[in-house]
């Protein structure tokens, strides 16, 4: 893992820290090929072909997951929130979400690139 990665986990406040995990983990496990970064300051970022595809924003009770492709997605499940030309946001609260359900926004964000 990347020490740039590696050290905004452990920087994350404890409450938020287990939800950001288990989307990380989903997230990775639905697209191999991701690769991430740091960018905008202070984002975890899923790159796909060159590509920035997800970017991950740390609230204080939540993470907000930013599907740059997001208005493209097909989202039978209502998860996707907002209404600009591209981009479309996934809140997540808790541990507890449906993950097959964010892996298939995941697997559909990748199918555009």
């Given at each position: 893992?990347?020490?740039?990665?590696?050290?905004?986990?452990?920087a994350?406040p404890?409450?938020?820290?287990?939800?950001?995990?288990?989307?990380?983990?989903?997230?990775?496990?639905?697209?191999?090929?991701?690769?991430?970064?740091i960018?905008?300051?202070?984002?975890?970022t899923?790159?796909?072909?060159?590509?920035?595809?997800?970017?991950t924003?740390?609230?204080?009770?939540?993470?907000?997951?930013?599907?740059?492709?997001?208005?493209?997605?097909?989202?039978?499940?209502?998860?996707?929130?907002?209404?600009?030309?591209?981009?479309?946001?996934?809140?997540?609260?808790s541990?507890?979400?449906?993950?097959?359900?964010l892996?298939?926004?995941?697997?559909?964000?990748?199918?555009?690139?």
């Amino acid at each position: 893992m990347n020490p740039e990665i590696e050290n905004y986990i452990q920087a994350l406040p404890e409450n938020i820290k287990p939800v950001f995990l288990k989307k990380r983990e989903i997230i990775l496990s639905a697209n191999p090929e991701f690769t991430e970064a740091i960018k905008w300051k202070n984002c975890l970022t899923y790159i796909h072909k060159k590509k920035n595809l997800i970017q991950t924003v740390v609230g204080k009770d939540k993470v907000s997951l930013i599907f740059h492709n997001g208005a493209m997605i097909e989202d039978d499940s209502g998860w996707l929130e907002g209404d600009g030309n591209k981009t479309r946001t996934v809140r997540l609260k808790s541990e507890d979400f449906d993950s097959s359900t964010l892996i298939t926004l995941v697997k559909k964000a990748v199918s555009l690139v």
